[in-house]
């Protein structure tokens, strides 16, 4: 193990960090609140040790695919530690563990809150809370990989960190693919920010907003979420949602203008297909209830929308919903995005691996001799690709279960208990029941906290990186 890397890549994970919260900090000031001074100490904390742990020399530069899982997943939960700790000192959120659950939820665009009255936080906090889901919705990590010198190794730390069954360099350097997805990432936000402003949102809202959107985030800055907005509001937050959950990759072909390549993204049609589909079967089952089409389109889209991309808004309390489109919206939980999008849940790729799968194996058990290929959007699948992508399978329902069965020592009804912990592994946010978007996750016990703490990192990070740091030989020499 390469600690001297791992001690050296936090130290600049926390100088970031702290660099960071100096926008909430302007924020606090803008609007004369009294906790800047708190976020500002915790910000000049954050980079004083950060730059002390960068002051021990390396022995080696280089690393590998083990240190790159560890330093992934340390960073994760070293991020979320220190982000808590404007909710906690500032005195709005009185718990730490209450707090650490609403940082992680934030870093890992999960959208679970345990508070009360989100309207009652002062703006610099309520602008923290949003910007974590900004933050870690394309992942720190590629960010640091954009401000630091370029390694050899730095692609361990992509793998570990980008959500997908499988991460490519766009361009030959990782250095150069991370600048790319961000300038991606940060265009597409400031046009949702933009249009959201001409659509009559106020500025603090829509940046809020926007992050949210971007990050498939879920914290909004008001006690509905985005239900008192206007339709035109909620018809844009609709569309950058989906927008968000598309891979990125797509978008790198349209500005260099490989359409070849873009008609053979087979993941994205299908994500539009049962994107399409989801909301068709969610506005069959609530037309009756609401009773006018254009409502009923405009609140199954979005939901359908906030959920299969994870983002965790709501224009409605889908709670009242009946059993049909309630199930619609539990199976795309796990569904989720795209690949290499911001986006969480299984995601559509690995399904249609799956899918692959059992049609290959029928056919084998048809036809004994046949050997044939499976492929995904003309290209043959390694076998690596699909050994890991069952093995994240069988890692995500050990997880799912274990964590289910401690959560349920609360006494919670199976509902709320299922979804509370399917929302939080697939970085969902709002579940049904007690959990749904009208409730929130403050009467949960602090153990099942702690266990959906560990599910919302591990579900951002794909589990693999959660479980290799707690594995005993990672850390055995």
Known sequence: ??????????????????????FPVIIALIYGESCWLTIFLVALGAMILGTLLRLKKMKRERFHAREGFVITALCWLVMSLVGALPFFLTGEIPSFEDALFESASGFT??????????????????????????????????????????????????????????????????RQTAVVLYGIYLGLTLLNIVILLICGMPGFDAICL??????????????????????????????????????????Y???????????????????????????????????????NFGTALRESAFQVASIMTT???????????????????????????????????????RWILWFKQIKSELSHFIHPRSVKKIRLEGKAVD????????????????????????????????????????????????????AGPTGNYASFSVLS???MIFDMIAGRLEIIPMMILFAPSTWKK
């Open 1 to 22: 193990m390469n600690y001297g890397k791992v001690i050296h890549i936090i130290g600049v994970l926390l100088q970031v960090e702290g660099a960071l919260m100096g």
């Open 109 to 174: 665009t999960t959208g679970a809150s345990i508070l009360t009255d989100i309207e009652a936080m002062p703006h610099g906090l309520l602008f923290w809370r949003s910007f974590t889901h900004w933050i870690g919705g394309m992942g720190v990590l590629v960010f640091i990989l954009v401000v630091m010198p370029s390694n050899a190794d730095d692609m361990y730390l992509m793998k570990a960190e980008s959500p997908g069954p499988s991460v490519e360099k766009m361009l030959p350097k990782v």
């Open 210 to 251: 926007s992050f949210g959107d971007a990050g498939t985030g879920g914290f909004g800055v008001r006690n509905d979420s985005v239900a008192s907005y206007s339709p035109a509001c909620q018809v844009v937050i609709t569309v950058f949602m989906f927008l968000f959950g598309v891979n990125f990759k797509l978008y």
């Open 253 to 291: 072909l349209i500005i260099f203008r490989k359409f070849k390549d873009l008609l053979k993204s087979e993941e994205v049609m299908w994500y539009c297909i049962l994107y399409g589909a989801a909301v068709v079967l969610v506005l069959f089952g609530i037309m009756k209830d609401v009773g």
């Open 311 to 349: 983002t965790g808004y709501s224009t409605t309390d889908f709670n009242l919903w009946g059993s049909m489109p309630k199930f619609i919206l539990v199976m795309v939980m796990f569904i989720g995005a795209c690949a290499g999008s911001t986006g969480g849940g299984m995601k559509v790729s």
């Open 383 to 434: 076998q690596d690709i699909l050994r890991t992508t069952n093995v994240y399978m069988m890692a995500y329902i050990m997880v799912f279960a274990v964590s289910l069965f401690i959560v349920s020592f609360d006494g919670f009804d199976l509902e709320s208990s299922f979804t509370a912990v399917a929302a939080t592994q697939n970085n969902i946010g709002p579940g049904l029941g007690m």
């Open 449 to 451: 906290k702690i266990v």
